[in-house]
């Protein structure tokens, strides 16, 4: 299957590569720092289940995927990839444990 970027992964990964540049180790870094605060968003959700925490939570999330998203970039892999690769290593896993470990 061939896949393509969407218009808005393209945005994406334009506006990032201009604001911040290409050098894998500065984005990984930063995705590090990204997911270190999305825990913590989680952790505080979990302690208190609130809508304004479930919102900290999603905006957590946005920035840990919009930098996956440009790091894919460097890679050419597009999210739609990314979402079908996953899917059939989920149902791969349930006949074989190790599938692609």
Do not use: H, W
């Not at 061939?2 to 290409?22: H, P, W």
């Amino acid at each position: 299957m061939k896949y393509t970027r969407s218009i808005t992964e393209a945005r994406a990964i334009d506006l990032l590569n201009n604001l911040y540049g290409t050098n894998l180790g500065f984005r990984l870094k930063k995705l590090e720092e990204e997911q270190k605060e999305l825990y913590d968003a989680i952790n505080c959700y979990l302690e208190e289940p609130t809508q304004e925490n479930a919102e900290k939570v999603k905006y957590e999330l946005a920035d840990c995927e919009v930098i996956k998203t440009q790091i894919g970039s460097f890679f050419d892999v597009y999210q739609k990839e990314l979402l079908d690769i996953a899917i059939d290593k989920s149902k791969q896993r349930q006949i074989d444990p190790n599938y692609k470990r």
